[in-house]
């Protein structure tokens, strides 16, 4: 049974740091690109980074290019969201999800057919 269950969430000050975890079990893992979304209360699922199979194709929202970087760990079934410079419009749930596709499809929700429970990211001072 695929499954995806993501950690290190919290409450960061602006201008800090969280890293997401990713951990995937149930399907071969390093057949599958991997995505990261984000959802705030009363927006919209926007999608905010994504990663091949292999890792070496990214792709990042504009709105987090410079800010967050995507890795994953093949050996560890595991993909990271390192968020820096943490601002408060980047408080969300996030969710990692994952796409059959070895290169990864556009960053919408509807190209992504398997889904964590979340983590909860608040910015805040």
């Known amino acids: 049974q695929l499954q995806l269950v993501e950690s290190g969430g919290g409450l960061v000050q602006p201008g800090g740091s969280l890293r997401l975890s990713c951990a995937a079990s149930g399907f071969t893992f390093d057949y599958y690109s991997i995505a990261w979304f984000r959802q705030a209360p009363g927006k919209e699922r926007e999608g905010v980074s994504s990663i091949s199979s292999s890792g070496t194709i990214t792709t990042y929202a504009d709105s987090v290019k410079g800010r967050f970087t995507i890795s994953r760990d093949n050996a560890k079934n595991t993909v990271y969201l390192q968020m820096n410079s943490l601002k408060p419009g980047d408080t969300a749930v996030y969710y990692c999800?994952?796409?059959?596709?070895?290169?990864?499809?556009?960053?919408?929700?509807?190209?992504?057919?398997?889904w964590g429970q979340g983590t909860q990211v608040t910015v805040s001072s």
């Open positions: 999800a994952a796409s059959g596709w070895s290169d990864p499809p556009a960053l919408k929700a509807i190209n992504f057919g398997a």
